[in-house]
């Protein structure tokens, strides 16, 4: 043993090739890590910019969406930047003023210019897409919806940025712009990337139905189980490779401001007395209204009516959420329908199928009635309890619990929460057992849920019908797998090198 041990000491060639073999082993590893640092240091950020215009019925909101430049077709990469929210009313306002829908948006087009870097404004498609406001505009003023449309034209494309058209667009594609952007938002358009894509993919892939309330009117959007009966309703998408089949219809007159011009109309039944008792209103409310104010829309044109002289009347709040539910009711006709099933006002819908979620006017209300934040969803009855106890609230109760709260919205949430539940049940066919489908939602991580994002990513054809072709693995586990695997190889040649050096060694000396 002893004169083994002094011939490894003494042969030179042993310790220097060991010294060898552990500086390129260090110096191996060195190199690899700093490589993979290096490769995976963080790229300056090169952003791309879309900002898209929502002109509601009741207000316009600019939306500035912001994705990395190099990864413009994946999904899930843009996001909302920032929202800017115009002073003043919906468009659909400017009737008598075309002009000033134009200059409404200004302060919001050079908020948008602060924001967007300079050198990306010129590459920055901007557009304008109006809802329910300027749909009914155009049925009852043609002309004066076309002026509007022009001024606010006429601000935009003035702007430095690329101007992409303001229109009015149409409830289908509202809906289907809306289910969209909550599916996008929600990942749900995803392909199995790296490893996932080395196994088949599922057949179909879950979606999230849309519900959109706003002023003028509502959508509802989802894939159903069957065939789509009626084509007027049906879409068809092939979205990164997956195919859907989606239900839509949006319903114009009922968005929640038109929904009570027609029950208030409905109560009145063409005469206008003095005073109108009114149980979706909170005991003591009082509110000075102009008939003018209900029967001017094309939501209620169709009624005829007689007024008092003076064109007005007092609405009076009774706060009984029962007998409301009742009267709003009666704005949903049930008693035809030409399909295998329907809706309402004999429109086809097929069974709800999913997962829903609810966002503008469905969220403001039911998260202003604390129906949206809990750990567990709010069962049906529970719901009902709570317009129960709000509507019976007296009004001045209310005024002075919520002073931050405007009045006008305050004043409506026993009537919008009422129809609300009413336009779910009555209306969709929502039941107590499917109730826990629907999440009330604002926003999906930093963006907002409406039909802006979904609007942009065709507009921008950054939806490609193929999944773009990508490497099985992402680039940060290539270079991680690179790593371990030479270090394994290294590992082994070293232990290798030792046992078979030993072996070497020894049998040199035997034969020495
Ligand atoms: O889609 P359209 O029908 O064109 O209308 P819109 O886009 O203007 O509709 P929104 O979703 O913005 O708003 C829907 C309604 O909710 C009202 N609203 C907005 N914020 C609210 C809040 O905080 N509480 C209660 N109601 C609110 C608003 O006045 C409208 O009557
Ligand atoms: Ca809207």
């Given amino acids: 043993m002893d004169t083994k041990r002094d011939m490894k000491q003494k042969n030179p060639w042993h310790r220097q090739l060991t010294v060898v073999i552990a500086f390129l082993f260090v110096?191996?590893?060195?190199?690899?890590?700093t490589t993979a640092v290096v490769q995976n240091k963080p790229l300056p950020k090169n952003s791309?910019?879309?900002i898209v215009l929502d002109a509601?019925?009741?207000?316009?909101?600019?939306?500035?969406?912001?994705?990395?430049?190099?990864?413009?077709?994946d999904t899930g990469v843009v996001q909302q930047l920032h929202v800017c929210h115009v002073k003043g009313p919906?468009?659909?306002?400017?009737?008598?003023d075309p002009e000033g829908a134009g200059r409404s948006l200004q302060d919001c087009m050079d908020e948008a210019k602060r924001i967007i870097p300079e050198r990306r404004h010129e590459e920055t498609p901007v557009s304008l897409g109006a809802t329910g406001g300027m749909r009914l505009l155009k049925l009852q003023n043609p002309e004066g919806s076309e002026k509007v449309l022009s001024s606010v034209e006429k601000t935009l494309s003035s702007s430095p940025f690329e101007f992409q058209g303001a229109r009015i667009i149409t409830g289908q594609d509202e809906g289907a712009y809306g289910w969209i952007t909550v599916n996008y938002l929600m990942g749900n358009f995803k392909q199995g990337s790296g490893w996932l894509n080395l196994w088949p993919k599922p057949e179909t892939t879950e979606t999230l139905g849309a519900l959109d309330l706003g002023g003028a009117s509502t959508q509802i959007t989802f894939v159903p189980e069957g065939e789509i009966e009626s084509l007027e309703s049906s879409l068809y998408f092939q979205l990164y490779g997956n195919?859907?089949?989606?239900?839509?219809?949006?319903?114009?007159?009922?968005?929640?401001?038109?929904?009570?011009?027609?029950?208030l109309a409905k109560q009145l039944q063409g005469h206008v007395p003095d005073s109108l008792v009114d149980p979706c209103f909170n005991p003591g409310f009082i509110k000075n209204m102009s008939v003018h104010s209900i029967y001017s829309s094309p939501c209620t044109a169709g009624e005829s009516y007689t007024t008092n002289t003076q064109g007005r009347f007092l609405l009076k709040g009774t706060g009984n959420a029962q007998q409301c539910r009742e009267n709003v009711k009666q704005i949903f006709n049930l008693t035809h329908c030409?399909?295998?099933?329907?809706?309402?006002?004999?429109?086809?819908?097929?069974?709800?199928?999913g997962n829903f979620g609810a966002f503008s006017a469905y969220y403001f209300v039911m998260a202003f009635l604390n129906?949206?934040?809990?750990?567990?969803?709010?069962?049906?009855?529970?719901?009902?309890?709570k317009l129960r106890e709000f509507c019976s609230t007296p009004w001045q109760t209310l005024k002075e619990n919520f002073t931050n709260v405007k009045e006008k919205y305050l004043g409506e949430y026993c009537f919008s929460g009422t129809?609300?539940?009413t336009l779910l049940e009555t209306g969709y066919k929502f039941s107590p057992e499917n109730w826990n489908t629907i999440r009330f939602i604002k926003k999906i991580g930093d963006s907002d849920a409406g039909w802006t994002l979904g609007y942009m990513l065709n507009l921008t054809n950054m939806i490609p019908s193929e999944a773009p072709c990508s490497p099985p693995l992402p680039h940060a586990g290539y270079i991680s797998l690179m790593v371990i695997f030479s270090l394994l190889l290294m590992g082994l040649l070293v232990t290798g090198w030792l046992c078979f050096g030993k072996t070497t060694c020894t049998s040199q000396k035997e034969v020495v």
């Fill in 27 to 33: 110096w191996g590893i060195i190199a690899l890590v």
């Fill in 48 to 50: 791309k910019y879309g």
């Fill in 56 to 73: 509601g019925s009741s207000h316009t909101s600019l939306y500035i969406y912001e994705w990395p430049a190099e990864k413009q077709n």
């Fill in 90 to 96: 919906g468009i659909s306002s400017y009737a008598m």
């Fill in 243 to 263: 195919k859907y089949n989606v239900y839509t219809h949006s319903f114009l007159c009922y968005g929640k401001d038109q929904a009570l011009k027609i029950t």
């Fill in 338 to 353: 030409p399909s295998s099933s329907c809706s309402f006002n004999g429109v086809y819908q097929p069974q709800l199928q």
């Fill in 371 to 385: 129906l949206t934040t809990s750990e567990r969803p709010v069962t049906l009855v529970e719901v009902k309890e």
């Fill in 419 to 421: 129809y609300i539940l």
